[in-house]
């Protein structure tokens, strides 16, 4: 059969036609001009992004007739050997057949020898990961100090595998996942080229079914061409592929986001009789909520995305009809899905109870939306518990209540009418008027002063204020006149003075007062069941603690200062 598969044709032969992997191949440019060639190469990555191409074009351009160049001419004789893989100084290895010590033994008895007719001898060892631990140690000796006509090009998708030694006697090159842009520019390219009709959208299944690999997207654009002839739709791409079609996926996802168990029902059956493996569905739907997610939370920036324009308007109206919260549980209940289909016998059975629990799971709230809900309803259980207790009072008790409330305000009112301010016109003195509850606008008082002046303050706080009025304050100590002479010295009287003056804004006089207590004011006069002293006297208490002490005695009995 004289026919060659796209894969082949479509072949790099040079460094340029590399598609996405500029960062190895400008890397390796550069070391042919500058003649700071290696060794030992290391080219490690996924499947099919150009790992074994980029060791040819590597062993083309060193050992081209007009070379070492960037860009091997493929006219030479040794590119062409090269190019067609009969080239008698360019070895391709598999190590996946060639495992044993025994074939890098040959392998170190033939690299002795100069090459027949091109400049370097060149060992490409593909899948070299496959190798035995022996091959690897016998490999160590001839890889640190190689004949200087001899270079090795080492290729695998598991570098992981590979001995720590032999890592460090080569240069290391990784090879990336192609994007779903690359792989659009080069399939439409291959098809224009091949005289093949197909959509954008075609061409984004075979590049999403490519998984990043040039080599699979190759393979499935033949495959396609192979059952559809020139003109392929969407609907054949979908067919050949056995993908899942884009508008059942949707309309799948779009049925768990509006909360309509029959319908994920009704389409999860459409899939399955259209030969649809479930688990295939699931990770459809999985990639899917996935997208959406990023929509929702990344708004416009698409290159996250990796979709085809179409898909991406469709998911983007279904994205911005949920909430984020929403989606979040939806793609969490499908990665349990996933766990649990992997242990049961029936996945589809697994995959619609899943589907029937998204849909009929209900909106999550916001945590700051709760918490603000919890909030009012908190203010209006307490509005409402103060309103009940207060219809549970007395009325006295409501009535003292609205006193002490309105207190302050009828304190400033009196204040204001005692202590005009100069503005308000009032000339003379008043008469002293008694203020009924003067302990609350004395406290109000000596507060200010403390604030201003505590020392003082803790003097006035031993007076009591018996009058006031006509721009007077009469001040009273009570049997102690050390405090009425520290409150009488003119500094402090003239500072007092000023402070209230700075309360009351106006002008206002203080004087204190000595009142001593009377004698009897200690005792409390006899009633009808005598003094106080005969009721102690009497009292059981007092009368366990004599019986404890055999001389003791009651002396006199004091009230407890107030």
Not at 188 to 197: I, K, L, N, T
Not at 314 to 332: P, R, V
Not at 528 to 548: T, Y
Request: charged share 25%; hydrophobic share 35%.
């Amino acid at each position: 059969m004289s026919y060659q598969v796209l894969a082949r044709r479509w072949r790099p032969q040079t460094f340029e036609k590399v598609v996405g992997q500029s960062h190895v191949t400008r890397t390796l440019q550069n070391a042919i001009t500058k003649e700071r060639i290696p060794h030992a190469f290391l080219f490690s990555g996924p499947r099919g992004v150009g790992k074994t191409s980029v060791a040819r074009i590597l062993a083309k351009a060193l050992n081209c007739q007009h070379g070492p160049a960037q860009t091997p001419c493929n006219q030479c004789t040794q590119c062409r050997e090269i190019s067609h893989g009969i080239s008698v100084d360019v070895f391709e290895i598999d190590g996946a057949s060639n495992t044993g010590v025994d074939e890098v033994r040959g392998l170190q008895e033939n690299a002795r020898y100069l090459p027949a007719n091109s400049r370097y001898k060149i060992y490409i060892i593909d899948e070299v990961h496959m190798l035995s631990k022996p091959a690897f140690n016998a490999l160590l000796k001839t890889l640190e100090e190689p004949p200087p006509h001899v270079i090795f090009v080492f290729a695998t998708t598991e570098p992981n595998r590979i001995p720590a030694t032999i890592h460090s006697r080569c240069q290391r090159f990784e090879f990336k996942r192609l994007s779903l842009k690359d792989l659009l520019g080069q399939l439409s390219r291959m098809a224009q080229d091949e005289h093949v009709e197909i959509s954008e959208r075609g061409l984004y299944l075979l590049a999403r079914e490519a998984d990043g690999s040039m080599r699979d997207a190759q393979s499935l654009l033949d495959q396609v061409i192979a059952f559809a002839g020139q003109k392929i739709t969407d609907t054949d791409v979908i067919e050949a592929l056995g993908v899942v079609d884009l508008g059942l996926l949707i309309s799948l996802a779009g049925a768990a986001v509006e909360h309509n168990p029959s319908s994920c029902l009704k389409l999860v059956q459409e899939a399955h009789q259209q030969g649809y493996d479930p688990w295939q569905l699931h990770q459809e739907l999985l990639r899917c909520f996935r997208n959406m997610l990023v929509i929702r939370t990344c708004k416009d920036d698409i290159p996250l995305l990796d979709i085809a324009e179409a898909e991406y308007a469709e998911l983007k109206e279904l994205a911005c009809s949920t909430s984020q919260e929403d989606l979040h549980h939806l793609f969490s209940i499908l990665m349990q899905c996933e766990s649990d289909m992997r242990r049961s016998a029936q996945p589809l059975m697994v995959l619609e109870v899943a589907l029937l629990h998204m849909a009929s799971t209900e909106p999550v709230s916001r945590l700051s939306d709760i918490l603000e809900h919890l909030e009012r309803v908190e203010k209006g259980l307490e509005r409402h518990r103060l309103t009940a207790d207060s219809e549970k009072r007395p009325p006295c008790i409501q009535q003292i209540e609205r006193s002490e409330e309105a207190r302050p305000e009828a304190e400033d009112r009196l204040l204001s009418r005692q202590f005009p301010t100069p503005s308000s016109g009032s000339s003379g003195e008043e008469e002293t008027e008694e203020l009924p509850e003067s302990g609350h606008l004395w406290d109000r008082l000596v507060n200010h002063v403390i604030q201003k002046n505590p020392k003082l303050g803790s003097f006035l706080q031993n007076g009591k204020m018996i009058k006031f009025g006509g721009g007077r304050i009469e001040v009273a100590f009570d049997n102690e006149i050390c405090y009425s002479r520290v409150a009488e010295d003119k500094t402090n009287r003239s500072q007092t003075e000023n402070l209230m003056r700075e309360l009351f804004s106006g002008p206002i006089e203080i004087s204190f007062v000595h009142t001593p207590m009377k004698e009897n004011n200690n005792r409390e006069p006899p009633g009808e069941n005598g003094s106080i002293q005969d009721k102690v006297q009497k009292n059981p208490a007092f009368q366990m603690i004599l019986s404890e002490f055999e001389t003791s005695k009651l002396v006199e009995v004091k009230p407890i200062s107030s």
